[in-house]
DNA sequence: CCTCGGCAGAATTTCGACAAAATCTCCGTC
DNA sequence: GACGGAGATTTTGTCGAAATTCTGCCGAGG
């Protein structure tokens, strides 16, 4: 009943809310590649003390979010446009495995979760606002909740918690390159027919179409952040905490 | 110069240290599945402090080999046999993606890492006593390198760092089976099978046999486990620690 | 002018004690 | 005899300080 607020007392101790507040904020950009994280000053800022702020970190560079330097600290995970190229392959490849998988194995209920999530998407505005583009909150779960369906049926949990891992870190880079509405697409078309080609059992079909999906948002939010960057820009450059 | 002991002094930090000999005790199976981590025991145990202890602990559990229960603490992570179903599954899929994908990118220097592989492994024997079987670590290492080698172009690196986590889980499950040699079967020609179909770019028909491989590993695996267990055995039963 | 060695300063890592939560025990009651 | 609850015990989670390690700087030497 007094959990009311919106990250306030849910997290039953100190250390997790420590990591989601640290995760999303490394998520949403706010702590840029590369970033420097004293422990002094994160322990202060998030009002702490050095226990629960290291072991939340431990935990970020477990997940791939930071990275930690033995007896230098953590650092927040580097985002280079390389980096980038691998971690769509990674999840282009895992998704389609997971994606053939599940048609295989899908039964009707599965299908049934297919049809309801795409439906619930297509009741979602994508930006808030008609004019100017603001991401949805409620599109984006929709949207999470679409893709995790078509997979959901492949029978791996570890490979299907990895799927929800590589989409995290993909979210992270479409936060920094902070890329407006896609120009020339469709997306509710493209869900559509990947959608319609799972339910078909068409394995190939559905696979070709998803990492299509990836690979086009990859390219986009690819070139925004090699302009951002430019050439050479690993992304790892020891920049300070600004705030 | 002092760092002469095989695991001794190679750690830069203590937490580092505690979380590999706490991991190297759970994947050979001396920490059972299920069984409860009190932090107090396993500092004394380990002879470092709490807080080293329980980072190793919050990695381990974001490694997916122990669990935490908040305000609980620690378990080792469970092993029933449905689990191992999933973690096979997820193996095949993960491996053979990258399989697939590394055999279309592969270059000359791939083909050659794959032949000298599995050459070195050929050279090496199975067990260390040729009457009564006990694992060789130096095939082991081998034979690591070898399924290693064989994905390695597939320019995926969170894909592959996947891979090696769902390998150790397996290698945990093969210590509880703690099978003996495999009867009527012949592992070098099964490698050199998968070997030459990677070389020959014959994405199938490798897929299919690096499949086939870890399928039969697990089917004996599996059966050994629930031989043991039980058939319903959760895995996950509150067992106290021996020493 | 550049390089090397050592000396402060800062940061990370670890320890021991304290506070909060959960589990267990034991007793009274139905 | 079984159930439920209050208190004691055990265990986890957190804090602040000490020890160890790294970083940057300054001066001596080549």
Not at 54 to 80: I, P, T, W
């Amino acid at each position: 009943m007094s959990q009311a607020t919106q990250n306030g007392a849910r997290d039953p101790t100190l250390a997790t809310a420590v990591h989601r507040r640290l995760r999303e904020d490394i998520l949403s950009g706010r702590l840029p590649p590369g970033l420097k994280l004293k422990l002094r000053d994160l322990a202060e800022s998030y009002g702490a003390g050095a226990s629960p702020m290291r072991e939340a970190l431990s935990k970020l560079a477990a997940e791939g979010l930071a990275e930690r330097l033995e007896h230098r600290g953590f650092r927040v995970a580097g985002a280079a446009p390389a980096q980038l190229d691998g971690l769509i392959r990674s999840r282009v490849l895992a998704e389609c495995a997971a994606l053939r998988e599940s048609i295989r194995r899908g039964d009707a209920a599965w299908e049934d979760a297919v049809v309801v999530a795409e439906h619930r998407l297509n009741r979602l505005a994508r930006s808030v606002d008609p004019q100017r583009f603001a991401t949805n909150p409620e599109w984006e779960a929709g949207h999470l909740r679409f893709h995790q369906a078509l997979l959901e049926a492949c029978g791996a949990p570890q490979l299907l918690a990895f799927c929800d891992r590589l989409r995290e870190e993909a979210r992270r880079y479409r936060a920094l390159a902070n890329t407006a509405a896609y120009p020339d697409r469709d997306v509710a078309a493209e869900h559509a027919a990947i959608a319609r080609a799972a339910l078909d059992r068409d394995a190939e079909a559905a696979a070709a179409l998803l990492a299509q999906h990836y690979e086009r948002t990859g390219a986009f939010v690819g070139a925004d952040l090699g302009r951002r960057a430019g050439p050479g820009e690993t992304g790892v450059a020891g920049r300070r905490l600004g705030g």
